[in-house]
């Protein structure tokens, strides 16, 4: 049974909707939390955008310092029979033309890691950012890796924060995330691929639960999910979402939580949902549902077929 079908089977199972939404975009998001990407996890992309032979895949690095990152991201596509290219444009030409050419035709985009304030800052607003959305719309698949997954939600986690440490300033300057506070963790605009939900990269190697959680608490969405290293968040176009890849992500759901009222300075909530999701589980944003993976998934859709 291929993936796809053996995640709505598993939906299926567990009550989840399935099939597409009226209006939803018809194309698959492929977020990854950064670090090493196996083969078998690069191989579904391209699967995603086509397969080989067939998958039109362009690579946006400029979220990168590193001129090399995209040029590399492109040969390891092409060497699984991917068409791939890398488009090193900045801001004026995304709104040109020729870019605009290029990317009209892509089954899949993959966004670089790096600093998600440079990425957005050369393509959230540009001709080429509608394309791609457009591209989503039609079908194609969306990816990024790191700073390519900060971008897929609006509001974007820039990486930075106001208050470091709170009251008790950290000694060592690289201490980071240190408190739950409110009015501490920079956002700012992304591509808002993702509504309804914020997401956060390198999750578990980093230890970033305390921004997460401050972000969730703070303000709407009130939904966030961490995705670790070498680990995707696939979200299907029935809106549901599936973990591939080696570690984990954690959900916060804080949408039904009881909150702090929005003028006191400490944060706390009761009621809050998580769900530490291995590879292979799926959960339903719209209801909040999830369900472990990889044993209980292959559990769920034998009893689908039943």
Do not use: C
């Not at 078998?40 to 086509?50: E, K, N, P, S, T």
């Not at 605009?100 to 540009?126: H, K, N, S, Y």
């Not at 916060?252 to 530490?276: E, N, Q």
């Not at 998934?297 to 689908?304: L, M």
């Amino acid at each position: 049974m291929r993936r796809a079908h053996l995640a709505s089977a598993v939906l299926l199972a567990i009550g989840l909707p399935g099939g597409s939404r009226p209006g939803a975009p018809r194309g698959v998001l492929f977020i990854v939390g950064g670090g090493p990407q196996s083969t078998a996890l690069v191989r579904r992309f391209v699967d995603l955008a086509g397969g080989p032979g067939h998958a039109r895949i362009i690579v946006l690095a400029q979220a990168s310092a590193d001129s090399g990152s995209g040029p590399e991201k492109a040969a390891e596509l092409r060497a699984l029979g991917a068409d791939a290219q890398d488009l090193r444009i900045t801001r004026a030409q995304a709104d040109g033309d020729a870019a605009v050419r290029e990317v009209a035709t892509a089954t899949g985009i993959w966004f670089v890691g790096g600093d998600q304030v440079r990425l957005t800052g050369v393509l959230r607003g540009t001709r080429v950012d509608s394309v791609i959305h457009a591209r989503y719309d039609a079908g194609a698949v969306i990816g990024g890796t790191s700073a390519g997954a900060a971008v897929m939600s609006s509001p974007m986690i820039t990486g930075d924060e106001r208050h470091r440490g709170g009251a008790r300033p950290p000694e060592d300057s690289s201490d980071a995330f240190l408190t739950i506070a409110r009015d501490d963790i920079v956002t700012a605009p992304g591509f808002g691929f993702l509504p309804g939900v914020i997401v956060d990269q390198h999750f578990l190697r980093r230890k970033r639960h305390n921004r997460l959680i401050s972000v969730v608490l703070a303000a709407p969405p009130h939904l966030g999910i961490g995705i670790d290293e070498s680990t995707a968040l696939i979200v299907w176009p029935d809106g549901h979402w599936e973990i591939a890849g080696e570690s984990a992500a954690v959900i916060y759901d804080a949408r039904r939580a009881v909150t702090t009222d929005s003028a006191a300075p400490v944060l706390g909530a009761t009621g809050v949902v998580m769900h530490v999701l291995p590879p292979g589980s799926v959960f339903d944003p719209a209801t909040g549902r999830a369900i472990l993976g990889p044993a209980s998934a292959s559990a769920a859709a034998g009893a689908a077929r039943r």
